[in-house]
């Protein structure tokens, strides 16, 4: 069974930078992206950024040149650090594990950023 955690979140002011933690645990047997997404108040959940295993990464347009995701194998950990936060910024963020093999996807609980001055 896959399990995701992710930490991190909080509350930070406009300008402000936080690095979001995605802890995944279970089976690593079939190819899969891995990836953020957040969803604010009254909206839909929307990409934030992908990390494919050979190392590709993919971002919205919104977190281009601000966030940056990475990931720790050895750790089996995917990061998302986040700079320059706008309040727009402000959603519940969630990790993702896409399985190719399957077209399974696997969700963490999410954590919550809040930017606000």
């Known amino acids: 069974q896959v399990q995701l955690v992710e930490s991190g979140g909080g509350l930070v002011q406009p300008g402000g930078s936080l690095t979001l933690s995605c802890a995944v645990s279970?089976?690593?047997?079939?190819?899969?992206?891995m990836g953020w997404y957040r969803q604010a108040p009254g909206k839909q959940r929307e990409l934030v950024a992908t990390?494919?295993?050979?190392?590709?990464?993919n971002y919205a347009d919104s977190a281009k040149g601000r966030f940056t995701i990475s990931r720790d194998n050895a750790k089996n950990t995917v990061y998302l650090r986040m700079n320059g936060l706008k309040s727009e910024d402000t959603a519940l963020y969630y990790c993702?594990?896409?399985?190719?093999?399957?077209?399974?996807?696997?969700w963490g609980q999410g954590t919550q950023v809040t930017v606000s001055s």
């Open positions: 993702n594990r896409n399985d190719l093999g399957s077209g399974r996807d696997y």
């Open positions: 279970g089976s690593f047997s079939s190819p899969y992206i």
């Open positions: 990390y494919t295993r050979d190392g590709k990464t």
